[in-house]
């Protein structure tokens, strides 16, 4: 008997049989998700739950004494100059970032598409960036960016763009650039490593067909390879988002969130104020949040992935 | 003739392209090696030198004898291979039920598995903090171990799932009957024909323990447990940092993962492009 026919099958008192039935007969298998399910109950579902129950009180990190404050939190936010400051800052930051990411992704895949010479090579050496400590690569842009000794001052100087060297993370306006470029180098690896993979499963014919055409080169990219690499774009540009909107070592590392806040993301500011300033429950409020955005991408890159009502 | 010059002018943009691009994404790692040659007095001068004067391993000697840098990479080791064993644990048993069986909930663990790929553990740090010191796992590896393979859980049982699928259930059924147990079936006959999958598991596992800094500088405040990600940020000080330790500090974390990369590259790969590119 099929699963759906076992589960259309009606009457109340049989359902409860059908499924201990069920159970019984995939006893095995159950057993085997189990660790699995449970671990990850306690370790991220627990938290969740908490992180919503927190929210609703003040709870600071040093106390053990709760007091319920309802909603308060979120009325504090929402009446918060900082909150919508965030959003702006976390806004600017994503679509920068994941811009950045897909463009020299993209620049770098088509480069590597073609019949080239020791592509191994130069996968391998672009792949790096993705795969060292964020924190590591955060000092690395720190050093140089540095006002005194960095290397970008040096060139600047020499190129003449600049008279005297500047502070980039030192300044209010512009210190969020000098950390998003960081973060795009981070980033740029998995896009270039995506794009390839989508770039190589497209049939060769297509592009013969169109030489004969004679169509350009430009024209070849824009109405096949981009049609063609959509929906790879598309999934590789919303897990993008999802990563750099919770991108939290790089900016830790290089500014803390500052000067005067102004690199301060969201996820940034829940560690501000839950972890770092000890008031765990208006940190579990900027938590909630932060679940809800996530969510919403989660619920599209679902909907994407699943598209087609594929089999799992 | 002209379609071969054309050929030949258009491979040599295309190279030429790859090399300025390829320059781009080194200059930092150039920068990292460069700086932890130069002497003391150099490297704290301006402008900036891009080639060291006069080359010295003086940065090395100074790392390995006035910081805890082998300690960082001891602890960064404990840290990744426990996490690796964890996940693993519990991946390959989760990933292999659901290849090989039909049950009702499937489709919705293997989902929500999906979820939790999404929640970020920045977001859950604080519901994480206060699960951390219930259970009284402060400042123990455990505090880092446990919360990584949380996070590395998902991409592992779909990882396995995917692979472990495509074994030939005839295989094992034969293998039944030779008297094999169900465990010997998955050790010696299912595990071996999915290396591919397991090698891109393990060296995903390793690097997200290896690089992340947020659980460790949450969870332990023990220096003596630090690894290296918080072992460098450690050295960044607040009015004054010692660029010239720090980043060579810097090279010596990164070392081992280039030897990973030299030699699993195809395997990364594959595991990153896994999820976004469906054939």
């Known amino acids: ?312 | 003739m002209a379609g071969h010059d054309e050929g030949g002018l258009r491979r040599v943009r295309v190279y030429g392209m790859l090399i300025a691009l390829l320059g781009i994404m080194m200059f930092p790692f150039y920068v990292m090696f460069s700086s932890t040659f130069k002497p003391e007095s150099e490297i704290f001068s301006a402008p900036a030198t891009l080639v060291p004067s006069q080359p010295s391993l003086g940065a090395y000697v100074d790392v390995w004898t006035q910081t805890d840098v082998l300690l960082w990479i001891a602890n960064s080791f404990v840290i990744s291979l426990g996490t690796v064993v964890l996940t693993l644990l519990l991946a390959i048993p989760a990933a292999y039920s659901c290849a090989r069986n039909d049950f009702v909930g499937k489709r919705t663990f293997l989902l929500a598995v999906l979820v939790v790929q999404m929640f970020a553990p920045v977001v859950l740090i604080v519901g994480l903090f206060d699960v951390i010191s219930r259970l009284g796992l402060f400042n123990t590896y455990l505090a880092v171990i446990v919360p990584a393979a949380a996070f590395t859980l998902p991409f592992n049982i779909w990882m396995l799932y995917g692979y472990f699928k495509t074994v030939p259930v005839e295989l094992e059924e034969s293998a039944r009957i030779d008297g094999a147990s169900q465990l010997q079936v998955l050790t010696k006959i299912v595990l071996p024909l999915t290396k591919p999958a397991l090698v891109a598991s393990i060296t995903y596992t390793f690097l997200y323990a290896w690089n992340r800094l947020l659980f460790v500088l949450t969870f332990l405040t023990d220096s003596g447990k630090y690894n290296i990600p918080r072992g460098v940020f450690s050295m960044v000080g607040a009015l004054q940092t010692d660029w010239r330790m720090m980043l060579t500090v810097s090279v010596i974390g990164i070392i081992p993962l280039l030897v990973l990369f030299a030699f699993l590259e195809q395997y990364i790969v594959a595991g990153m492009t896994a999820g976004a590119v469906k054939e």
């Open chain 1, 1 to 312: 008997m099929s699963l759906a026919e076992e589960r259309t099958r009606t009457g109340d008192d049989s359902r409860l049989a059908q499924s201990a039935a069920h159970i019984k007969r995939n006893r095995r298998a159950y057993l085997l998700i189990a660790p699995a399910a449970v671990f990850l109950v306690a370790v991220v579902g627990y938290p969740i739950l908490e992180t919503f129950r927190l929210s609703l009180y003040r709870s600071p990190a040093d106390s053990t004494i709760e007091t319920f404050v309802g909603l308060q939190h979120y009325v504090d936010i929402f009446n918060s100059d900082i909150f919508y400051r965030l959003l702006w800052q976390t806004g600017r930051w994503v679509a920068v970032g994941v811009a950045g990411k897909t463009l020299l992704g993209l620049l770098i895949a088509v480069h590597l598409k073609g019949d080239i010479r020791g592509r191994k090579f130069f996968r391998t050496a672009f792949l790096i960036p993705w795969g060292i400590p964020y924190a590591i690569s955060a000092v690395v842009f720190r050093w140089i960016e540095h006002p005194q000794f960095g290397y970008l001052n040096a060139i600047l100087l020499k190129l003449g763009v600049i008279e005297q060297g500047i502070g980039i993370l030192g300044s209010p306006d512009i210190a969020w650039l000098g950390v998003v470029v960081a973060d795009i180098w981070i980033g740029t690896p998995f896009m270039a490593i995506i794009f390839l993979a989508g770039l190589q499963s497209i049939p060769q014919d297509l592009y013969e067909a169109a030489a004969i055409d004679g169509a350009e080169r430009w024209h070849q990219f824009r109405y096949i390879t981009l049609p063609q690499l959509k929906s790879v774009i598309l999934m590789a540009t919303l897990l993008s988002t999802i990563w750099t909107f919770v991108s939290f070592d790089v900016i830790w590392t290089m500014t803390g969130g500052g000067p005067i806040s102004t690199t301060a993301t969201l996820v940034i500011h829940i560690y501000q104020v839950g972890l770092q300033n000890g008031n765990l429950g208006l940190g579990a409020a900027y938590s909630v949040i932060g679940f809800l955005l996530l969510l919403l991408f989660a619920v599209v890159y679902l909907r994407v992935y699943t598209r087609g009502g594929e089999e799992l």
